[in-house]
């Protein structure tokens, strides 16, 4: 934690450059100090008018200190307004402190609740404030803090989380302006580039310390701040502020002041200039004469390209400017060798290739690691993951599939209205069998009977017509159990095998003759008797006796 005495936040006055109108201040015109205080990875604005304060955000408890530092430095002993932009730790967990040491006249913060301990120890800080009024500003409200107009623009309300809802603020004095944007991502910046509000500023607070999501190409060409300061620790372990972040605010030529460079930072705002000091100097006379070459790899992934960026940044004010940068093609799904096995008692391991979105195939090992599950070798489906590695990042998972292992039919008969299939038993990963059958040799409008015991191989098909070629098949079915879910896995269809013409029975009430003289009068052709004569019933009824063969 770094601590700014009295010493320190006054000397700022005397480190003062003069940017834009060099005009004399003037005491009639309007005007304002705002106080952007060190608080290594947190926040905590201070912002003054006629005599008038408030304090945006007051860093984490271990910044408690650097915040009273500064306002004891100003002769500061009541704070008009104490505003807590979102309940993330790294704005309200020194605040607790402030409310302790000084007196506060209103609290303002956003809607949004959370469990923690510091978000209960901030509520607990605002009830002991005696006299003190809370509330939750709303979207448009206004109100003074001396000679400047505060005006909500976001309020937070149905936010999907902390940082997107964070109080934006407004703050005018005279022709000039702040803005105070709190930790708000892109989504909430394009809300309010679409709401029409007036986002045109002077001074913008960086969104959530310079991150890659927040300060949006669109919502910058709207605000078009002349002086973005960033509230941010040197080193941090989130990159803060990014390259992406600092790229578009030099595109709308933003002048950049870093607290993890500069220390607090102080501007004097009127309506003549903006003069900005620092506790190390200042960013607007920086030369940028010492640079260091700095590569960002942002992974290609299976959603979109990626990029291998190197920028020359000024290690005295952090300015970025793009060296070179180069795409790095997204990747395309990858592809196993072979999707389906068949049982066969072994560990199936198909290989996987990954290739990008131009062609160009991955190095196993280098660009990815494939992840294999354990016991793929029983019937079910098994997926294998895919994760990226290097200048790619992401994984994938694609499924193979292994079948149980088929059978085949030994023997089809017909008989009347009916047929009889037999198969060899397979009860290797095998719960049951389907057999299908149909007149047409392609099975259209086949029909399927299920055998669920893998120890049966025998199966009769009654209920068929009479004088009908029948094609018939059969397969293999593994029901695997996956929680309460069961799927089954069926084989291949063995090699489909025919009855020939079904025995016809003859007509219910009619008769085949055999004459005395042993000759065959027979009403229907079916019977395999020699020599049959075709004839009608009535001639066959003449004296003659059944046919034992074929007759009912």
Known sequence: MKKFGSIICSALLLLGLTVGSSAVVNGAQPSMTVTFIDCDQGDSILVESNGHRMLVDGGKAVHAQAVEDCLRSKSISTLDYVVASHPDEDHIGGLPQIYNRFQVNYSYYSPYKTNTKCYKNYLSAIKSEPGSKAANPTANSRFQVGGTTVQVLSDGTGAENANDASLVLKVQCGNRSLLLTGDISSTVEQSL????????????????????????ASFLAEAAPKYAAISVGAGNSYGHPTAQALQRLQAVKAKIYRTDQMGTIQMQVQNSGIQATTQKGSAAVCKHTTTKNVTKITPASFNGDGCVQTSAVCTACGYTKVISAAKIAKVSAPKLAKTVYTYNGKVQKPSVTVKDSTGKQLKSGADYTVNYPKGHKAVGRYGVQVKL????KGSRTVYFTVKPKGTSISKVTGGKKKITVTWKKQTAQTTGYQIQYSTSSNFKNAKTVTVSKNSTTKKTITGLKNGKKYYVRVRT???????????????????????????????????????????????????????????TLKEAKKNHTPCKKCAM
């Open 193 to 216: 580039v679409n709401s029409g509000a007036d986002l045109q500023t002077d001074i913008l607070k960086v969104a959530h310390h310079g991150s890659a999501g927040s300060s949006s």
């Open 389 to 392: 590695k290097g200048k790619y």
């Open 477 to 535: 079915y593994k029901t695997v159990k996956t929680g309460r879910k069961s799927t089954k896995y069926y084989s291949s269809w063995s090699k489909s095998k025919t009855t020939g013409t079904a025995k016809k029975s003859a007509p219910k009430g009619n008769t085949v003759y055999v004459s005395p003289t042993g000759k065959k009068y027979h009403y229907i052709k079916s019977c395999a008797g020699k020599h049959p004569i075709k004839t």
